[in-house]
């Protein structure tokens, strides 16, 4: 196969994965509660399950949650939270944060917890033995190939982390030493907003790529 596209021309199944690069978007508000057809979460999680991972430990696994009552247990744990966090605020950013919906938990089909497991594949991990956090990595990355599945599918996905981790391990039965990395609301939405909500809301701006991106040094 050829290398990459010549420069100047992006091909139709090129152009088609950077599209939905960027028509992701975390979804809050907008789940229409409608099922996922089992066939779609299937090629949802086979995508998420073909991540790039450290030593080829694949050290995650998805816990699909479905349970009203699970739910809304969680639910409940995200308020509490989401409160401490408010507590922090004055001013402004109070105002601003009071203004911002954090999760779709209840209104979105299902949910899929994603845990990591520092034990799988071990002891000898390769290429993990002086960056432990390499095994985290690797399902972030899953998590990702997750999201844009999704979003070509059609579906809508929200990260949800205002939870503490023993909370949701007590919660869903997860054994010790298992960590969950990411609690993911997943369905079909009514439409992506085009603008990040934190951006809509004054929250936060996105920056330029080109003030990320440094040459040799990070000065340069
Ligand atoms: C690790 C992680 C945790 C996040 N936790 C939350 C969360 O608890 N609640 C929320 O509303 N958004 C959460 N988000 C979504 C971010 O706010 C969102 O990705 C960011 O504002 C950019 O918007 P976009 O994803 O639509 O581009 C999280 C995202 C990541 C990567």
Redesign the pocket.
Known sequence: MAGGDPAGTVRPVTQGLYDVIHR?????AEFTGEPVEAEVLRRILTAAHAAPSVGLSQPWDFVLIRSDDVRKAFHEH?RAERDVFAATLTGDAAERFAR????GVLESSLSVVITYDPQRGGPAVLGRHAIADAGLYSV?LA?QNLWLAATAEGLGV?????YREDFLRDLLGIPDGIRPV?WLCLGPVSHL?QV????RHG??Q?RPVAEAIHEDRWAG
């Open positions: 992701r978007r975390d979804v809050r995200v911002i919906k954090i999760d972030c998590i929200g990260w949800v982390s205002f990411a907003e990040p909500d934190l951006e929250w936060r996105r």
